[in-house]
């Protein structure tokens, strides 16, 4: 599975962003997916996680009510709609995927994710 994010950029506090990770490969739906984030000097963080199906979702203490991550099996896609932004969101945001057969729910753990996209950089100004 080779993954591509996008839609990372520049906004002001309160405002919203939605990123997308575009997944190739006929077996995405075989496939947990999350979003972990990393800011300048920190370790990388989970940020919400969407189960095979998109019937389970899982968010990070710091996102939750905040963002909503969901998925399109259909077209192999999975956002992440990001509202009420603050400057502590700013970091590289990445997407992930974990076979989801006899795998732990939620992924949280960044260590045990299968394939990585490149990270797209989101910037919350104050």
């Known amino acids: 599975v080779q993954l591509q994010a996008s839609g990372g950029g520049l906004v002001q506090a309160g405002g919203s962003l939605r990123l997308s990770c575009a997944a190739s490969?006929?077996?995405?739906?075989?496939?947990?997916m999350a979003w972990f984030r990393q800011a300048p000097g920190k370790e990388r963080e989970f940020v919400a996680a969407?189960?095979?199906?998109?019937?389970?979702?899982y968010y990070g203490d710091s996102v939750k009510g905040r963002f909503t991550i969901s998925r399109d099996n259909a077209k192999n896609l999975v956002s992440l709609q990001m509202n009420s932004l603050k400057p502590e969101d700013t970091a590289v945001y990445y997407c992930?995927?974990?076979?989801?057969?006899?795998?732990?729910?939620?992924?949280?753990?960044?260590?045990?994710?299968?394939?990585w996209g490149k990270g797209t950089q989101v910037t919350v100004s104050s």
């Open positions: 992930a995927a974990k076979y989801a057969l006899g795998s732990k729910w939620p992924p949280t753990d960044y260590y045990g994710m299968d394939y």
């Open positions: 490969g006929r077996t995405f739906s075989s496939y947990a």
């Open positions: 969407i189960s095979w199906s998109g019937g389970s979702t």
